[in-house]
């Protein structure tokens, strides 16, 4: 059990919770820290789901350098103006100071659109599609929160140039709709899509869209985000290309990424006050089996019982591992693993001996089934989709329930004070509403569907809605 | 045809290669480079033939930040000296001086061993095995050349914890044999194993060994290390357990790494004059097609039989893609192609349609061979096992036939000007005189072979044997 309750220290409960299922550690920098191996897993999942939707879409991962000249940096006035409060500087190399600091990238729009204007001469070029796993600097000042924020984080950036408009905003769709199934599907994540408001668009990008979730505590959490560049970087780096009619054009392009924090974000959703909760196609181990034995024969027999399960469960494809140590008691070991999330524990005793089979505890709700040596793969493999469905379900359910409608600016004050969550509510579409919104309620626009049907008037200057916008304060 | 040959430009032949194949390009920061999609694809390959090994062995992987404190760093005296003159220092984050400058990492044993003292406590923790797949910095002043030597490169770097010496020592080779199946089953790069003098030791480390080939040229290639730690860097971070006895041992360690570096010693071993040429194991594309199609009906039939094969192909597990670029002639293609390395071309033309197949041409021998469509799969599985195998051969017979034994000084250093490659020699085992012959000659020890067996006299000095080393110029 954790220290902290999930219902009354939230922010404590879930640093207890990182921690103490040994997803991540803290390094001697302030504001980095180490992803331990049960948490690189799920980031490794990660890169399984996105890296098999980009090569089926021509997407190809590629490498570019960590270092940014400044004067690079500072070629798209607004990206720099953006990114340069939080960017790291490079000055000394071995014994020698550098004739220019190097930025250490915040993201790499800069470094890699150089490379797009020499690649790209001809339609035929196009669209040109690059993605690269990597690690990301980015020097917060605000409070940092394991994986949620911190000053280094790994994440993917995807990169693409096209001959039009349409197809570039085709794409940035088409990243979304990954991240929405990898979300869902694999991390039982819902998650709402929509744009973003100018205040919180990427610097330099036409638009912003993105998949928006809302976390236990009522906090909403952005966990991916796709970018309309437009013609702005094109403009910049000079990427060009003639056309069928050997015209010159400019390349529309788009960029979109994921990171780390989306296993932070995976924590918060589905934990409990045992621990970690992870779905099944994203864990790392699937099922663990404690043998409970008390000495003798019978013992050797409920270890040979457990063995063979083991091996009937991987044969199967179930990551399984059976908790053989000597010096530790079942129950030592039941709350071992559920501290670490495993979705599936399988109890084998003389009891289950006798009647050859185990008892199954699922780690989301705690139910306990006998289950059959005979079916054990069947009955496993059910139990497991059951998790998974359920988390999915759970949180979409916590979701739904947290999407309220405010009627005035009073109510939509007492909304965020006392229910949390989304504040849906009509928006004139002026920046400076949104920024007066902010300054009251530290809630901003997380989102404004695509599907916008604006009515009413704004909450703020009571002009006509252009926009019916998603508030909420965020992490 | 690159326009520098192989055989009379190899430095420049090299670089052009690199650049025309696409496997690289140049940034704006000096000594770092983009790593393309094709070169990526083989560092993929990499990554998963390595992975599926640390999986098995219980290896887990992690993240570990790239800031290193500067007072860490130092922690290891030795360690520090030796990677001190290369480090990149991070002075400013933001607007803000930091307190203390940090490192980028130039290997990570001091941030992750803080870990390991923390994670440590019993021999029930051990062995801890941790790999991380990570950029690394080291500011190089040496000639940079493209994946050989590059002020940021990408690598992993495995590090282990052992109850025991033994163990310890067990598992630095093997994860060495790991590295020589990956070079010589995969990469056809056929390497020597042994241990490195004194001198090219890791900087901290009880002993080094290494896996070492020869380039075209007759220069040496350190294709991968793993080192014995000893306790060393244990007794510095005080990564201590307790035993069965509950006696405090310190622990033995290891750490070893393989980098992109692989990726330029495999386009130097292989490659020849008309571009790449890559082992089929690790090509991202296995075979291309090339239609040859003249207009009117017969080029509809001929289109439609290149994608019948392109699919069983592709149903067999083939990576496979035609050419159907309607702006390019055949030949175009045909060198296309061969510059990036592609191991198998099939041409389909009116002559194979009416035959019923294809022409088949090896890009790594120029051979063509009809082969019928219906035995297209087994024909073509055939063919890039028969490249993976000659591809071998060859560089195994290229490297056997440039070990030279010298018999004296003058013999070696003839040998080292006229005929290049490794020189063994007998020597005292004296790094004075190691560093006597480099400072004369420019050649180290690349390696002690295992099985050592000396005799005869110091090739320097005269005094007796104590070892019969390779000695190289090397990259």
């Given at each position: 059990m954790l220290e902290n309750k999930k219902e009354e220290k939230f922010a404590e409960w879930y640093i207890e919770?990182?921690?103490?299922?040994?997803?991540?550690?803290?390094?001697?920098?302030?504001g980095s820290m180490i992803i331990r191996p049960r948490a690189y897993a799920i980031w490794q999942a990660v890169q399984d789901v996105l890296n098999a939707k980009m090569k089926a879409d021509g997407v190809e991962n590629a490498y570019f350098p960590i270092f940014i000249p400044e004067n690079?940096?500072?070629?798209?006035?607004?990206?720099?103006?953006?990114?340069?409060?939080?960017?790291?500087?490079?000055?000394?190399?071995?014994?020698?100071?550098?004739?220019?600091?190097?930025?250490?990238?915040?993201?790499?729009?800069?470094i890699m659109y150089v490379q797009f204007s020499k690649w790209i001469r001809s339609h035929r070029d196009l669209p040109l599609k690059i993605n690269q796993w990597c690690n990301i600097i980015r020097w917060d000042t605000k409070a940092l929160k394991p994986f949620l924020r911190t000053r280094e984080f790994l994440w993917q950036e995807g990169h693409t140039a096209h001959a039009t408009k349409e197809e570039a905003e085709e794409m940035v769709l088409k990243a979304l709709d990954w991240y929405r199934v990898l979300c869902e599907e694999y991390?039982?994540?819902?998650?709402?899509?929509?744009?973003?408001?100018?205040?919180?668009?990427?610097?330099?990008?036409?638009?912003?869209?993105?998949?928006?979730?809302?976390?236990?505590?009522?906090?909403?959490?952005?966990?991916?985000?796709?970018?309309?560049?437009?013609?702005?970087?094109?403009?910049?780096?000079d990427i060009k290309f003639k056309d069928a009619r050997s015209e010159e054009q400019f390349a529309w392009q788009t960029s979109w990424g994921v990171s780390t924090r989306l296993i932070?974000?995976?924590?918060?959703?589905?934990?409990?006050?045992?621990?970690?909760v992870l779905p099944p196609k994203v864990a790392s181990l699937q099922v663990v089996i404690v043998p409970i034995t008390g000495?003798?024969?019978?013992?050797?027999?409920?270890?040979?019982?457990?063995?063979?399960?083991?091996?009937?469960?991987?044969?199967?494809?179930?990551t399984v591992k059976t908790d053989n140590r000597d010096d530790k008691t079942p129950g030592f070991k039941y709350n071992y693993w559920e501290a670490r999330g495993v979705p599936l524990r399988l109890e084998i005793g003389f009891r289950e001996l006798a009647q050859r089979g185990a008892t199954a505890a699922r780690r989301d709700t705690g139910e306990k089934d006998f289950v059959s040596e005979e079916k054990i793969v069947q009955i496993c493999e059910g139990l497991l989709e059951q998790i998974q469905e359920n988390l999915f379900n759970k949180a979409k359910s916590f979701v739904k329930?947290?999407?309220?409608?405010?009627?005035?600016?009073?109510?939509?004050k007492a909304i965020l004070d006392e229910r949390k969550g989304f504040v849906m509510s009509p928006w004139c579409g002026d920046p400076?509403?949104?920024e007066a919104i902010k300054e009251e309620t530290s809630a901003t626009i997380r989102l404004i569907p695509f599907n916008d049907e604006p009515h009413g008037k704004c909450v703020?200057?009571?002009?006509?809605?252009?926009?019916?916008?998603?508030?909420?304060?965020?992490?």
């Open positions: 919770l990182v921690e103490k299922a040994e997803l991540m550690d803290y390094s001697p920098v302030q690079l940096l500072k070629k798209e006035a607004e990206h720099f103006e953006g990114f340069s409060p939080e960017v790291a500087w490079v000055t000394h190399g071995g014994n020698e100071q550098l004739g220019e600091r190097l930025a250490l990238r915040p993201t790499s729009e800069t991390l039982c994540i819902p998650v709402l899509l929509g744009k973003k408001g100018k205040n919180e668009t990427f610097p330099g990008a036409d638009y912003t869209t993105t998949i928006e979730t809302l976390m236990p505590d009522g906090k909403a959490l952005q966990a991916g985000t796709s970018h309309l560049l437009g013609q702005n970087f094109a403009k910049m780096f932070g974000a995976l924590a918060m959703m589905h934990s409990d006050n045992k621990g970690l000495g003798g024969d019978d013992s050797a027999m409920v270890l040979q019982a457990a063995g063979r399960m083991e091996k009937t469960l991987m044969d199967a494809g179930i329930a947290n999407i309220h409608t405010a009627r005035d600016f009073t109510d939509f400076r509403c949104e703020m200057c009571g002009r006509d809605a252009l926009h019916t916008a998603f508030f909420a304060r965020s992490y």
